[in-house]
């Protein structure tokens, strides 16, 4: 499974961004598709998460700014963002977790400046 992270870049405060990740080859289920962050000298963390297609759940620095979601039979994973504020600056990450292992995308670079 290779995965192709894109959408980043550069946009005000206050702006909106869509990341989408392809995923190509047999994932398996159950499977979690989700977004990762990780901002200059700090670890990375869980932006927000789909189980299955159904449940989903968000960091609750996100909630109610970003919205996940799936399509193509969960090959495609997408992360709308919108309200994006400084803090939000950080290179973003899909991860796919299947039955037998965990694969990650290569990063996506997005940018807010205030």
């Known amino acids: 499974v290779q995965l192709q992270a894109s959408g980043g870049g550069l946009v005000q405060a206050g702006g909106s961004l869509r990341l989408s990740c392809v995923a190509s080859?047999?994932?398996?289920?159950?499977?979690?598709m989700s977004w990762y962050r990780q901002a200059p000298g700090k670890q990375r963390e869980l932006v927000a998460a789909i189980h299955s297609g159904a449940v989903i759940n968000y960091a609750d620095s996100v909630k109610g700014r970003f919205t996940i979601s799936s399509a193509n039979a969960g090959k495609t994973l997408y992360l709308q963002m919108n309200s994006l504020i400084p803090e939000d600056t950080a290179v973003y990450y899909c991860?796919?977790?299947?039955?037998?292992?965990?694969?990650w995308g290569q990063g996506t670079q997005v940018t807010v400046s205030s």
């Open positions: 080859g047999r994932i398996g289920s159950p499977n979690t």
């Open positions: 991860k796919v977790t299947a039955p037998r292992r965990d694969y």
